[in-house]
């Protein structure tokens, strides 16, 4: 796990940000939404991290949303009434499916459901009604369900990446490791099988090169494999003005990944749009989709979180807990993002 888990920390500082509200957020309506939307999220979570997973989606869901309407009232891009939310957006259904094929569906783009509005927002995607995305294939993009398959097939997980080690001086080329590839990928081995792989990764199916076992042009990756499984590879990406500040290539790396606090992620696409989700958004369609199965199916709901008698009970209880744990973070993270 690289990241830290500061709950509290995070609900400091947005209740701080309360007396001077960011963005748009700093008088009228959009204020007084503002305000009132973060004591509401604030009030849920908390409430979720004292109840069991037989409701905790519930409040999780909810507080996320109110989150949401607070976001949107700061964000510096919603011009007029379109800060104002209407509806989830987002739909999920296939409850009598396979927990890892249930469907999530969007409204269109035109909607002013907070789902949608907020993806326009964050540049992360929409993809309707008639393309749905599976539960499995978002559930994988988060990085605190690496450990967490739901499934055997061969997975395209959050892969994480490290700016720290980008040498000082000019240079043309962008060079970072690129973590946790799959075992799948590492034990093939072949260049082919690597570049299928990335291809899923926007950020990544437009890397320059990455390090061979052997100096022909088409020679094998060379990946470095971790004890507890997986492992890593250095990939560079070339710069578009060539020779490139530090500060030039960490931010050419920021547009090539997605943020989870201080962490940087590549993520795949979601399928039928060719675009990788805003990680608030792929939380958002989790624990979206988590809260319906409770509310409206609460035996079958039931049954997934019995640990005696279901293998999925641990990850999805490890799921919720970690929703409370790191989605202040990222909601703290996300309102700086959008009323910069």
Request: aromatic share 10%; proline share 8%.
């Amino acid at each position: 796990m690289y990241m830290k888990a500061e709950p509290d920390e995070a609900w400091e500082k947005l209740r701080a940000s309360r007396a001077n509200p960011p963005g748009k957020a700093g008088g009228g309506a959009r204020r007084k939404t503002y305000a009132a939307a973060l004591e509401q999220a604030e009030q849920m979570f908390r409430a979720a991290a004292v109840v069991g997973p037989a409701t905790r989606p519930l409040q999780a869901f909810y507080g996320l949303s109110q989150a949401g309407r607070a976001i949107a009232a700061a964000a510096v891009d919603l011009k007029g009434e379109d800060w104002r939310l209407d509806g989830h957006g987002i739909r999920a259904s296939g409850f009598d499916k396979p927990f890892a094929d249930i469907e999530i569906r969007t409204d269109p783009a035109t909607s002013r459901g907070s789902f949608v509005r907020l993806s326009q927002l964050l540049d992360s995607p929409v993809w309707g009604k008639d393309d749905p995305v599976r539960l499995e294939d978002v559930w994988d993009m988060l990085p605190v369900n690496l450990e967490y398959p739901l499934t055997d097939r061969n997975r395209y997980t959050a892969l994480y990446t490290d700016d720290r080690g980008i040498h000082s001086d000019p240079h043309p080329l962008l060079h970072v490791p690129v973590c946790d590839i799959p075992d799948w990928v590492i034990d093939n081995g072949g260049r082919e099988t690597a570049d299928a792989f990335f291809a899923k990764y926007p950020g990544l199916a437009q890397y320059h090169e990455y390090v061979r076992r052997t100096p022909q042009p088409d020679g094998p990756p060379d990946f470095t494999r971790y004890d507890h499984g997986g492992g890593e590879l250095r990939v560079s990406w070339l710069m578009p003005q060539g020779h490139a500040l530090v500060d030039e290539r960490r931010e050419h790396l920021r547009g090539l990944t997605r943020s989870h606090g201080r962490s940087r992620w590549f993520l795949p696409a979601i399928p039928p749009t060719g675009r990788e989700p805003h990680l608030l958004m792929a939380w958002w369609s989790i624990i979206y989709t988590l809260s319906m199965l409770a509310r409206y199916e609460p035996a079958g709901w039931a049954g997934l979180i019995s640990v005696d008698n279901n293998h999925l009970a641990v990850p999805i209880e490890s799921l919720l807990k970690r929703a409370i744990d790191f989605l202040p973070a990222l909601i703290a993270s996300t309102l700086e993002e959008v009323s910069g």
